[in-house]
């Protein structure tokens, strides 16, 4: 494999070719009289090798500076390589140093560096291979997200990132406020405040980009939120990224039928496009993966009730951490027994109970569960939640009510049901375990190119 700028040029032009290669120097191995550098642009995993001798200018002072992690601009021309495992080699005639890396201090050398450790210095993480095929990856299923929706004619929508709604109504909000706490604290704190009452950054653009869907038909929105959510495990964010569709004139059926098509072409779309990546993180994180990832393009998802979930999980005779009952919020632990043991794929649960379900939720005929559906990955767990949403205008009031929700803050969520409301659905895709599913990564962390956990934001 060579770096894309490489091989275009051999495409075009014979070897033998001058050019100017820019990058960091990976390694430096010498034999003799001349060094042999590993240079990356971080554009591939592949790098371009450089051979650097004794006929450069002051070759023995520019030696002592081609370390590891130093930048470079290489003049020399390309020629065939006689080592094996590369096509070509750049003969270098001049070589320019950029910015210099000291030996001693310079914290990543040639040696594998265990995730936790890279962690600790995000500003040098992601040249490392994983992290760099990480990013790749990231920004290849971010076109995919934007080229899925563009070719299925839905538009997208800028969804607000301080917010005065609490989409979940689980109270996990960061308040923004301008106030210093002396003034916060006084009585009409809020009502003093930037905004004239409690604001927060947003765990959800879908309240908003219904109002979008109930006037174009077909939207999403696609960024940042934000969750104070106490919880430091290697499944959970303080800030993640969302994947919101809202579809008017759509049912329950008509969102799974849309996450599900989605999900299996973002994976199509890594498996096509970033073959190099996924054969590097079955050789050093997961060895499953590409069967993995395989089985989800291959078939169609699986579908269960969530009560025939419920059985399936009684009747398997596993002794789970958290017995399971009908009417419970199922684990991550039920979640991936169902996808991986019981299913051995993807599967879609759906139709949960009333109680476990937020406000918006289109309560089902039989007045105990609701409209809902959740998808499940091995390894992961849960991939996607959404729902049809509550159209009727008094059910929705009286589940508002009931979640101990104002109608003075939440009218204009209701002027939707009083005004022309038609059935429409949603879901959300969490960007970060999507990532997860598709690299391997047994760490949210590594999904995500500065991970916001509990007493962490290190940059």
């Known amino acids: 494999m060579l770096p894309p700028r490489i091989a275009e040029i051999l495409r075009t032009k014979p070897v033998a070719t001058r050019l100017a290669a820019f990058g960091w120097i990976r390694t430096r191995r010498d034999s003799g009289a001349v060094s042999f550098l590993e240079l990356s642009d971080g554009s591939c995993l592949a790098n371009l090798q450089v051979v650097a001798g004794p006929g450069l200018d002051k070759f023995d002072d520019l030696r002592r500076a081609l370390t590891t992690g130093a930048s470079v601009r290489v003049l020399g021309t390309l020629v065939p390589s006689p080592a094996k495992g590369q096509e070509v080699e750049l003969q270098a005639e001049e070589i320019e140093i950029l910015g ?3 030996p001693e201090t310079y914290p990543l050398q040639k040696k594998r560096h265990s995730f936790e450790f890279l962690r600790t210095i995000p500003q040098l993480r992601p040249r490392t291979n994983a992290l760099a095929a990480v990013a790749r990856v990231r920004s290849r ?3 995919a997200v934007h080229r899925f929706f563009e070719e299925r004619g839905f538009f997208q929508v800028h969804t607000p990132i301080i917010t005065t709604s609490d989409c979940e109504g ?3 909000m960061f308040t923004v406020t301008a106030l210093p706490p ?7 704190g809020f009502a003093r405040d930037f905004f004239g009452r409690r604001a927060g950054l947003t765990v959800s653009g879908q309240l908003q980009a219904e109002i979008y869907a109930m006037a174009l038909g077909r939207v999403y929105t696609f960024g940042p939120t934000f969750r104070a959510e106490n919880s430091n495990t290697s499944r959970h964010l303080a800030e993640f990224w969302m994947v919101e569709p809202e579809m008017a004139f759509c049912d329950l059926q008509g969102d799974m039928a849309i996450a599900e098509e989605l999900i299996r072409f973002l ?3 890594v498996q096509q496009a970033c073959a190099p ?6 050789r050093f994180v997961d060895a499953e993966l590409p069967a993995r990832l395989s089985r989800i393009t291959g078939r169609p998802f699986a579908r269960l009730s969530y ?7 009684l009747a398997s005779g596993e002794q789970f951490e958290f017995p ?17 043991k019981i299913v051995g794929g993807p599967v879609i649960v759906h139709d949960y109970p009333e109680a476990i379900k937020p406000f918006y939720m289109r309560v089902n005929n039989d007045n105990r569960t609701v409209a809902a559906m959740d998808i499940l990955m091995p390894g992961i767990g849960e991939l996607v939640g959404g729902s049809q949403r509550e159209e009727r205008y008094e059910v929705l009031a009286q589940r508002m009510a009931q979640a101990g929700l104002k109608e003075e803050d939440y009218g204009w969520y209701l002027d939707l049901r009083r005004y022309g409301s038609v059935p429409h659905a949603g879901f959300g895709l969490g960007f970060e375990r999507l990532v997860q599913l598709v690299t391997g990564m047994p760490n949210i962390r590594e999904a995500i190119p500065f991970p916001r956990t509990p007493g962490s934001a290190p940059c």
């Open 100 to 102: 210099t890396a000291d």
């Open 141 to 143: 299923l971010n076109c």
């Open 170 to 172: 689980a109270g996990e």
């Open 182 to 188: 002396s003034e916060l604290a006084m009585a009409d």
């Open 267 to 269: 994976v199509d779309e």
């Open 277 to 282: 990546e996924i054969e590097l993180f079955a």
């Open 307 to 313: 009560t025939e979930a419920v059985e399936k999980l």
């Open 324 to 340: 399971v009952t009908w009417g419970m919020d199922l684990q991550s632990e039920h979640e991936r027994y169902l996808s991986e």
